[in-house]
């Protein structure tokens, strides 16, 4: 799967993750690069990459690199990318971004222009190699190099190609946001379980296996939520008594635009990255 040498600019959580993965896969080590400000963050990164290329300077890496990929806060990758628009306009590297919430042509813009973007959305379970993705590649994004991105971010967990950048947004606030709504869900039912009088290890562990279980069901079972429903909804049974009640309430409807605010708010921080970077 090597692209050639890989250059991450920003070496937290997310570039661990791509660069524990690809080493996983089979990278060879010193094709990978990572960019990191903070010694005492280089110093971890050597230890826990051996063979990995680590430094300390983000345009040096990206002369170096055939794909770079930007791995900074959202709000600081305008004042990042800036500075290595003339290393990336001589290399031309494919750049793979994986900063919510600032759109490719932003990118491109502040590179230089002209540029293969490919914007990646991934999430937190990533950590673990648990990951999903959802991927958009702009234009200039030849069908190799959409290959590359995707064996790349792949290393993670499966990746999602989307059709237009917009639907980015919408991944962001359905997986890229979505486990901290299972995490609220654990939570609910934890505490629901202690209130009725079970202690909150038994509470635990019964919710976590439970939501493992039917992650499972539903991903194998080929059958639609309505339908696994269903076989655990029996006529005047438990499940029934619950889901009375919250098909008497707005629950779906309010849960539906939780959803909607979250990708409205991916596309007001885009707006906002945008007009930033014209000041």
């Known amino acids: 799967m090597d692209y050639g ?8 959580n997310m570039a661990r993750a791509l660069a524990g993965g690809m080493l ?7 094709h990978i690069l ?24 983000n345009e040096a890496v990206v002369r170096e690199a055939e794909c770079i990929v930007l791995a900074v806060k959202p709000q600081i990758l305008c004042a990042v990318c800036k500075p290595l628009a003339i290393a990336a306009q001589q290399t031309k590297p494919l750049v793979i971004s994986v900063a919510a919430g600032v759109r490719s042509g932003d990118i491109d813009t502040w590179l230089g222009g002209g540029l293969s973007v490919v914007r990646v959305m991934p999430n937190q379970p990533a950590l673990l ?4 993705s959802g991927m958009y590649s702009n234009e200039q994004t030849s069908n190799e190099q959409q290959r590359a991105a995707r064996n790349i971010v792949s290393t993670t967990g499966p990746v999602i190609a989307v059709a237009t950048e917009n639907d980015i947004d919408t991944v962001t606030a359905v997986s890229g946001t979505g486990p901290a709504y299972f995490y609220l869900l654990v939570d609910m039912l934890v505490n629901a379980a202690e209130q009725m009088g079970l202690d909150h290890e038994s509470a635990l562990a019964l919710v976590l296996e439970t939501a ?9 079972s080929g059958e639609t ?3 696994l429903i269903a076989r655990v909804r029996s006529p005047g049974g438990t499940t029934a008594a619950a889901f009375d009640y919250i098909d008497s309430t707005d629950f779906r409807d309010i849960f539906t635009t939780a959803v909607i605010a979250a990708r409205d708010r991916a596309a007001d921080l885009a707006d ?3 007009e930033l970077s014209q000041d």
């Open 5 to 12: 040498k890989v250059a991450f600019v920003g070496g937290g």
């Open 24 to 30: 996983a896969a089979g990278y060879e080590p010193h």
């Open 34 to 57: 990572i960019s990191e400000p903070v010694a005492e963050h280089r110093d971890t990164l050597e230890q826990e990459f051996p063979g990995t290329i680590i430094r300390d300077n």
């Open 129 to 132: 190699r648990l990951g999903i």
């Open 212 to 220: 493992r279980g039917a992650g499972e069901m539903a991903e194998q």
């Open 225 to 227: 939520m309505a339908a």
């Open 272 to 274: 906002q990255a945008h």
